[in-house]
C-alpha cells in the first residue's frame, strides 16, 4: 500500500526555497489549511507533478511547467523547481526526486527549451535505471488511476458522466475504474488463453486436412479459421482505432474548454460581421428605393396645391354654368308664352286665351328676358377657358400619388439599419481588441477548426463502432459456419492425429470459458460490492433516512435509490459530490491497489452536517488521507472532534507576499 | 405663346443647396433635389410666389451662376409647363418661373439644411 512519508518542494509555485510537510507514517488523516491563492491546489499538483510529470489546471495541462516556478526565485536568479516525495510502498521505501532546471550552461532562459527535466527514483536506498523507475512508479501509482487519489473536488461533478452511455468522458472514467479494480489482469488472461485456444484451433485443422476422410473439411476449417482471424484482426485494430478516437476527442475537448473563450469571442465576431454586411446590403437596396421614390416625389407634394386649384375652378366654372342653365330654362318657358300667345290657345291644356292672360303672358316673358340674361360673350369666353384648364389640370394629378408615406417607411428603415450597422461595428470592434489581447499567439483558423475536427472524430467513432458491430455480425456468422464444420469434422474424422488435437482443443476451450466466465463474474462481483460499499458509505455520508441505498449501472455510475424503490431522477449538485465521494470510497475499499486520497477543497458544496459527516467517514476511507481546505471550509473545532485520534498533523499555509506562502 | 428658352440656370445658392441635397444619397440626382425645391416654394410658401408680378421680381435677384439644365431633361413629359400655366394662367414665361421657383424652394431648404432639419426627408414633404 502507498504512504507518503514526507514532501519536499523547492521553488515550487508559491512555495518559495526549500519547505517540506511532514505527512507521519502513521495511518489517519492531515488538514492543511489555507485561503484560496495560497496555494492549496498547488500542492495537489506537486504530489501529481512528483508522480507523474504533470500539473493539471482546471483548465487543462499546463504545457509550460516553467511558469510554475516561484516568481521571487526568479528575480533571486534560481529558475526551476524541485519536489521529492519520500513515500513507502509494501515494505520498500523510496525516495522520488523531480526536478525542471536550466540546462548546463544556460544562466537565464529565454524560453521553455532552456530547462530540462531531471527524474530520479530511490529505492530502499538506490538508484533504479530509467526503465525499472517507470516500470515501478507505474506499479506504485499508474496514472490512469491518480483520479482516485488524487482529485480536485470541483471536478467531482464529471462523475456524473458515468450515467450516461457513449461519452467519451464517461469511457474513460469506466476504464480508469476497471484499472483500478484490477479488471485488465482478467482480461488480459482471456486474451492471452484466446491465442492459445487459436494455435489449438489450428492444430485440430491440420489434422482434420491430413485425415483422408476430412481433407476437404480441414481444408474449409482453416480458411474459416483464417477468415474468423482477419475478421477479429479487423476488429481489434478497429478497437485501437477507436481508442486513439477517444483519446484524441477528449484532448480536442480539452482544447476546446482552453479556447472555448476565444473560439465564441471569432464566432460572434464573424457573426457581427456578417451582420453588418447583410445589413449593408439592406441599407443600399432601401437608400436606392428611396432615391427611386424621390425622383419624383415632387409631383406627389403638389397633389394639394393642384386640388386647390381645380376646386377654385371648378366653383367658378360651376356658377357661370349655372347662370348660363337659367337662361335655357327661361328660354324655354318664353317661347312657350311666345306660341300661346300667337296662337290664342293654351299649349298644356288646350284651352283658349283670354286678353287679360295675353297681356299677363306678355308682362312676364318682358320681366324673364331681363331677369335670366344668360352669359355675356366675356363670360362664355371665360367659361371656356376654365373649361380647358380643367382638363389640364386633371391631367396633372393624373398617376401622380403621394409618396410621402413611403419614403417615411423606408427612412425609418434606413435609421434602424444605420443604428444596427454602428452596433454591429462596435461589437467587431470590442470583439477584435479582446481576441487580439486574449489570443495573442493563437492562429484563429486552428482555434475554429477544433470544433470541426471535434465533430469530425465524433463522426469516425460513430463510424468505426459501427465497424465493429459489422465486424462482430460477420464474426459470430462465420463462427457458427466454423461450428457446424467442426462438429462434422468430429463426426467423421478417425485419426488419432485429429483425436489427439481435438483433445488438446477441449481442455483449452474449457480453460478459456473458465476465464471468461470469471471476468464476467468478477466483473459483476465488483459491481455487487462497490455499489454495496458506495451504498453504506452514502448513508452514512447523507445521513437521510428517505435515501436507502444507490444503485450501480454498467458503467458504475449510481443512482440515488428512494425507500419507496424509485430512483431519484435528478440530483443536487452536493449530492452528486456526495456520491461521487462515496463511489471513490467503494473504489477504494474493493481495489487490489490501495494508497493515499488527497482531497483538495472537498466541502464546498456541502451543508455543516454533510461536511461533518465526511470528515467522520474519511479515516475509515482510505489508510492515509489529506485534505486540503480553505479557513472556514469546515469548522476546525468539528474537524477536530470528528477525526478524534485519526488527525495526524494539521498544517497552515500563510502568506508572506502575494508570491510566497509558507507551510508552517 | 410659351416662352422659347432652351436651358435655365439656376442661382449659385441654390445650386449649392441641390449638390448637397444629391451628396446626401437622399436623391438620385441635382436636377431631382431641383424640382423637390419648386414643389416645397409652391406648397408652402403659396403665398411668397403666388404672382406673376412676384416671380418677376425675384427672377431679377437670383443670379445665373449655378448649373444649366435643359429643358428636354428639366421637363420630358411637360408636365411642368402644364403646372406653370395652370398656377400661372396670364404668363407665357413658365420656364422662367420655374426657375424663379427652384431657386426659391431650395433656399428655403437650404435654411433648413444648415439648422439640421432637412431630414429625414419626409418630414419636409
Partial sequence: ?664 | MAESIKTIVLSGQAQAVAKQMNDSGTFPDSLSAAKFGMAYAIKYYWDAVNTSDKLNHLNGVYDSKGSTYNIGSLDPDNYVLQLMEALYPDSDTPYTFTRVLICFGLNKLGDLLEEGRLFPINKVM
Fill in chain 1, 1 to 664: 500500500m502507498l504512504h507518503f512519508d514526507k514532501m519536499t518542494l523547492r521553488d515550487f509555485g508559491p512555495y518559495k526555497g526549500e519547505q517540506t510537510i511532514d505527512f507521519s507514517d502513521r495511518s489517519g488523516v492531515s488538514i492543511i489549511w489555507g485561503n484560496n491563492g495560497r496555494g492549496k491546489t498547488t500542492l495537489l499538483n506537486a504530489l501529481r507533478y512528483g508522480l507523474f510529470g504533470v500539473i493539471q489546471r482546471r483548465n487543462g495541462i499546463l504545457k509550460n511547467l516553467s511558469e510554475m516556478g516561484n516568481k521571487e526565485a526568479v528575480q533571486e536568479g534560481r529558475y526551476g523547481f524541485t519536489v521529492i516525495l519520500d513515500m513507502t510502498n509494501d515494505g520498500d521505501t523510496y525516495k522520488l526526486t523531480r526536478q525542471l532546471k536550466l540546462r548546463p550552461g544556460i544562466v537565464k532562459p529565454s524560453g521553455e527549451e532552456d530547462y530540462e527535466k531531471v527524474l530520479f527514483l530511490e529505492r530502499d536506498g538506490s538508484i533504479l535505471s530509467p526503465e525499472d523507475r517507470n516500470h515501478e512508479l507505474n506499479v506504485i501509482m499508474p496514472e490512469q488511476v491518480a483520479r482516485f487519489f488524487l482529485f480536485d473536488a470541483e471536478l467531482l461533478q464529471e462523475y456524473e458522466e458515468l450515467l450516461e452511455t457513449n461519452t467519451s468522458d464517461g469511457e474513460q472514467i469506466k476504464n480508469s475504474i476497471e484499472k483500478i479494480l484490477g479488471v485488465p489482469v482478467l482480461q488480459n488472461g482471456v486474451v492471452d488463453v484466446e491465442d492459445c485456444l487459436s494455435n489449438y484451433e489450428k492444430q485440430k485443422s491440420r489434422a482434420a486436412r491430413a485425415d483422408d476422410k476430412t481433407v476437404q473439411l480441414g481444408q474449409e476449417m482453416e480458411n474459416l479459421t483464417a477468415n474468423i482471424e482477419e475478421h477479429q484482426n479487423i476488429i481489434k485494430e478497429k478497437q485501437a482505432e477507436l481508442s486513439d478516437l477517444i483519446r484524441k476527442k477528449s484532448v480536442l475537448e480539452g482544447r476546446m474548454a482552453d479556447t472555448d473563450k476565444l473560439r465564441n469571442w471569432i464566432v460572434q465576431r464573424n457573426e457581427a460581421q456578417k451582420s453588418q454586411e447583410k445589413h449593408e446590403d439592406e441599407l443600399e437596396t432601401v437608400q436606392s428605393k428611396i432615391r427611386d421614390l424621390m425622383k419624383n416625389a415632387w409631383r406627389g407634394m403638389l397633389l394639394t396645391t393642384v386640388r386647390d386649384l381645380r376646386e377654385k375652378i371648378e366653383a367658378e366654372e360651376y356658377a357661370l354654368d349655372a347662370k348660363k342653365q337659367k337662361r335655357t330654362v327661361a328660354d324655354r318657358f318664353i317661347m312657350e308664352m311666345k306660341k300661346a300667345i300667337s296662337e290664342r290657345t293654351c299649349p298644356i291644356c288646350g284651352q283658349e286665351v283670354s286678353g287679360d292672360i295675353v297681356e299677363h303672358l306678355r308682362a312676364k316673358i318682358n320681366e324673364s328676358t331681363n331677369e335670366y340674361v344668360g352669359l355675356s360673350e366675356e363670360e362664355r369666353q371665360r367659361l371656356y377657358d376654365l373649361q380647358n384648364q380643367m382638363l389640364a389640370i386633371q391631367q396633372l394629378s393624373a398617376d401622380v400619388s403621394d409618396v410621402r408615406q413611403g419614403v417615411a417607411h423606408l427612412e425609418n428603415r434606413r435609421d434602424e439599419l444605420q443604428i444596427a450597422i454602428s452596433e454591429c461595428r462596435q461589437q467587431i470592434e470590442e470583439l477584435h481588441d479582446n481576441i487580439k489581447r486574449y489570443g495573442e499567439d493563437a492562429e484563429e483558423a486552428d482555434v475554429l477548426s477544433i470544433s470541426r475536427e471535434h465533430s469530425d472524430v465524433e463522426q469516425t467513432i460513430r463510424d468505426v463502432r459501427r465497424g465493429i458491430e459489422d465486424e462482430n455480425k460477420k464474426l459470430t456468422e462465420l463462427k457458427m459456419n466454423k461450428e457446424r464444420v467442426a462438429a462434422t469434422i468430429d463426426k467423421m474424422a478417425g485419426g488419432t492425429d485429429y483425436r489427439l488435437a481435438s483433445r488438446k482443443y477441449e481442455l483449452c476451450e474449457h480453460v478459456f470459458r473458465i476465464f471468461e466466465k470469471s471476468k464476467t463474474r468478477y466483473r459483476e462481483r465488483l459491481k455487487e460490492n462497490v455499489e454495496k460499499d458506495a451504498t453504506a458509505l452514502f448513508v452514512q455520508l447523507t445521513g437521510d433516512k428517505d435515501y436507502i441505498g444507490l444503485k450501480i449501472n454498467d458503467n458504475y455510475g449510481l443512482e440515488i435509490i428512494h425507500k419507496s424503490g424509485r430512483t431519484v431522477p435528478s440530483r443536487s449538485s452536493g449530492y452528486e459530490h456526495i456520491v461521487a465521494l462515496s463511489l471513490i470510497g467503494a473504489l477504494h475499499k474493493n481495489a487490489p491497489l490501495r494508497g493515499p486520497i488527497i482531497m483538495d477543497s472537498p466541502f464546498g458544496r456541502l451543508d455543516p452536517t454533510h461536511k461533518a459527516n465526511i470528515v467522520r467517514t474519511l479515516p475509515g476511507m482510505a489508510e492515509q488521507s489529506m485534505l486540503l481546505a480553505y479557513i472556514g471550509e469546515i469548522d476546525e473545532q468539528v474537524a477536530r472532534f470528528e477525526l478524534g485520534s485519526h488527525l495526524i498533523h494539521e498544517y497552515k499555509l500563510e502568506r508572506v507576499s502575494s508570491m510566497h506562502t509558507e507551510i508552517v
